[in-house]
Every structure is written in structure tokens, then in C-alpha cells.
């Protein structure tokens, strides 16, 4: 089991920076995976950046090169700073990992932040 607890989000104007970060608990050293998904209501969840244990980094097209992920595995923290902030970034931000235990992948999310950008 792994525990997800986000921080940060809020509200912003336009152009602005917010930085969400997110604790794991629990059976960390499993961790394999951590990043950020978005999901506004009525839609679809969607990826918004990812990060191995080792480092390797993907992001949703849409992001690139306004967000950056950051991962700590010794604290077990994951952190995304959002910069250039757009009104469609506005969303229910969820920390998310992937952990494998006995050889099988299992995914766990966070209770999910609010981001709000708008004037």
C-alpha cells in the first residue's frame, strides 16, 4: 500500500506559476513511477507529467516547456512547478504512482488538488 498526500494548487492569473507537490507513505520502496494527471469535470483524466525513479521524464504535449516534474526519491516527494499558466490548465491535479510488488504493477492516486487559472 502507498499513501499519496498532495499540497499546494490554488488560484492564479494568467501567466502565472503554481507548484503542487506530493508525499508517499508507506511501501515507498516500490515506488517505480510518480507523476501528475489532470482531469477537468466531465472529461477524461489525463497524463500531464511523469517521472521514473531514474529519472527519465515524460510530459503531455501541452506542457512542454512550461512544467517541470521533480522527483526526490529519498524523501519520497514528487513536485511539479507549472509556469506560463493557461486558463485550460485549470483542472483537479492528482498525484499519481506506480509500484510493483510481487512482479505486479499497481497503480495508486492522491485525493487531488485544484488549479485554477483565470483573471
Known amino acids: 500500500q502507498v499513501q499519496l498526500v498532495e499540497s499546494g494548487g490554488g488560484s492564479v492569473q494568467p501567466g502565472g506559476s503554481l507548484r503542487v507537490s506530493c508525499a508517499a507513505s508507506g511501501s515507498t520502496f516500490s515506488i517505480f513511477i510518480m507523476g501528475w494527471y489532470r482531469q477537468v469535470q466531465g472529461k477524461e483524466r489525463e497524463l500531464v507529467a511523469t517521472?521514473?525513479?531514474?529519472?527519465?521524464?515524460n510530459y503531455a504535449d501541452s506542457v512542454k516547456g512550461r512544467f517541470t516534474i521533480s522527483r526526490d526519491v529519498a524523501k519520497n516527494t514528487v513536485s511539479l512547478q507549472m509556469n506560463s499558466l493557461k486558463p485550460e490548465d485549470t483542472a483537479v491535479y492528482f498525484c499519481?504512482?506506480?509500484?510493483?510488488?510481487?512482479?505486479?504493477?499497481?497503480?495508486?492516486w492522491g485525493q487531488g488538488t485544484q488549479v485554477t487559472v483565470s483573471t
Open positions: 517521472i521514473t525513479s531514474g529519472g527519465s521524464t
Open positions: 499519481y504512482a506506480k509500484v510493483v510488488l510481487q512482479f505486479l504493477p499497481y497503480d495508486y
